[in-house]
C-alpha cells in the first residue's frame, strides 16, 4: 500500500525559503508518478509541481516556475520540494501525491506553509 508523509510545512516570511519533504513506501509499478498539490480555502487543487519517475519529466505550475523545484530522492525514497522566494499566495496545505501522471490517486495527509509579514 502506497504510503506518504509529508514534512517541512511552517510560517515564513515573504521572500524566504522552505523545502518540503514527503517519506514514500508501497509504490507499484502503477504509480509512476509524484507530485505535490496545493488547497487553499478560496483555490481548488492546484497542482504545483509533478515528476515522473521513470524518466524524470518534471512539470511545474505557472505560478510555481523558477522558485519552486521537485526532485527524487531515491536513496531515502523521498521526494522534495524546495520553495525559494516564497510569496502570500503561496500560503496553502501542500499535499504529496503519486499515482499514474495525472491520476493522483494517493495523498499524504497535508503540511501547512504560511507566507506573511
Known amino acids: 500500500q502506497v504510503h506518504l508523509v509529508e514534512s517541512g510545512g511552517e510560517s515564513v516570511q515573504p521572500g524566504e525559503s522552505l523545502r518540503l519533504s514527503c517519506a514514500v513506501s508501497?509504490?507499484?509499478?502503477?504509480?509512476?508518478?509524484l507530485g505535490w498539490l496545493r488547497q487553499t480555502p478560496t483555490i481548488e487543487r492546484e497542482l504545483v509541481a509533478g515528476?515522473?519517475?521513470?524518466?524524470?519529466?518534471?512539470y511545474y505550475g505557472d505560478a510555481v516556475k523558477g522558485r519552486f523545484t521537485i526532485s527524487q530522492d531515491k536513496v531515502n525514497n523521498r521526494v522534495i520540494l524546495q520553495m525559494n522566494g516564497l510569496r502570500p499566495e503561496d500560503s496553502a496545505i501542500y499535499y504529496c501525491?503519486?499515482?499514474?501522471?495525472?491520476?493522483?490517486?494517493?495523498w499524504g495527509q497535508g503540511t501547512r506553509v504560511t507566507v506573511s509579514s
Open positions: 501525491v503519486a499515482g499514474a501522471w495525472g491520476k493522483w490517486d494517493y
Open positions: 515528476l515522473y519517475t521513470g524518466s524524470g519529466y518534471t
Open positions: 508501497g509504490l507499484t509499478g502503477e504509480t509512476n508518478s
